[in-house]
C-alpha cells in the first residue's frame, strides 16, 4: 500500500506532462494553419490639427482567424495610431506638411502586408475667429508698463508717445504661451495678432499708443505686447493687434 501511495505523485505527473505536450502540439499546428491577414483596402485620410484621421475597409481575408488589431503610420515622421476598428486618429503630426498613410492588419499569424498608400493630406491649424478690442477685457495701465512702453518707443523710433484711453487689453498667459497666434479673418484668412510671449511670463497685455517713427514721418497707431518677466516688464513684440 505504501508503494502505491509513493508511485500515486510521479503518475499524476507524467499524466501532466504528457497534457502539456498534446496543447504545446494543438497550438503549434494552430499557428502554422493561420496565415497572415491581407492588406486592409480603400484607406481614406482626413487632416485635423496636427492629426490625420483614418478609415479603411477590412482586408478581403483574414488569414483564418479574427483580425486583433490594425496599425496606420505615417509618411514621414512614421506616427502611428493602433486599434481594434477600422479608424483612428493619428496625432504628433506637423502643421502645414503634407503626409499619406498605410495601414497594416494582424491575426493570430502576425502582422500582414501594408495597405495601399492613401491620399495625400496636410494638417492646419483650427483657427478661432479674430477677436475684438471692443470684447477684450481691459485694465486700466500700470504705471511700470506705461514707463516700459515709453522707453520703449524713445529707445527705438526717437520719438514722442501718446497712449490711447489710458488702458491695456489683458491677454490670456495660458494662450498666449509660445510662438505667434494666428486667428481667422471674416474672410477666412490668417491673420496674426499677438506677438510672441516668453513661456516664462506670469502676466502679458498689449498696449495701444501713437508714436512718431524715425525717419518716417506721421504718427501712425501701433500695438506693443508687453509680458512681465521674471525680470520685469519687458515689450515682447511689436505691431500686434487685432
Not at 2 to 30: D, K, M
Request: with cysteine; net charge neutral; aromatic share 6%.
Amino acid at each position: 500500500m505504501s508503494e502505491t501511495n509513493w508511485q500515486r505523485p510521479a503518475a499524476i505527473s507524467a499524466i501532466l506532462i504528457v497534457l502539456i505536450v498534446v496543447v504545446g502540439v494543438l497550438i503549434y499546428s494552430l499557428r502554422t494553419m493561420t496565415s497572415l491577414a491581407s492588406a486592409p483596402q480603400s484607406v481614406h485620410a482626413a487632416a485635423g490639427d496636427a492629426s490625420a484621421t483614418l478609415s479603411w475597409s477590412p482586408p478581403s481575408s483574414d488569414g483564418g482567424a479574427p483580425i486583433e488589431s490594425y496599425t496606420a503610420t505615417s509618411q514621414p515622421d512614421d506616427r502611428t495610431c493602433t486599434t481594434s476598428a477600422t479608424s483612428c486618429t493619428v496625432k504628433g503630426l506637423t502643421n502645414g506638411t503634407s503626409y499619406t498613410f498605410t495601414v497594416v492588419a494582424k491575426n493570430a499569424g502576425g502582422t500582414g502586408p501594408a495597405s495601399s498608400v492613401s491620399n495625400a493630406v496636410t494638417p492646419v491649424a483650427v483657427l478661432s475667429a479674430c477677436w475684438s478690442l471692443d470684447t477684450s477685457p481691459t485694465a486700466s495701465l500700470a504705471s511700470a508698463v506705461r514707463m516700459v512702453v515709453t522707453q520703449y518707443y524713445v529707445s527705438i523710433h526717437l520719438g514722442p508717445v501718446t497712449f490711447h484711453k489710458n488702458q491695456e487689453w489683458v491677454l490670456n498667459v495660458a494662450q498666449q504661451s509660445k510662438g505667434v497666434h494666428w486667428c481667422k479673418n471674416p474672410d477666412g484668412s490668417k491673420s496674426g495678432y499677438v506677438g510672441s510671449v516668453p513661456a516664462s511670463a506670469t502676466a502679458a497685455v498689449m498696449v495701444e499708443a501713437t508714436h512718431k517713427p524715425y525717419p518716417v514721418t506721421g504718427s501712425p497707431t501701433h500695438f506693443v505686447t508687453v509680458a512681465k518677466l521674471p525680470t520685469g516688464w519687458k515689450v515682447v513684440a511689436e505691431g500686434t493687434g487685432p
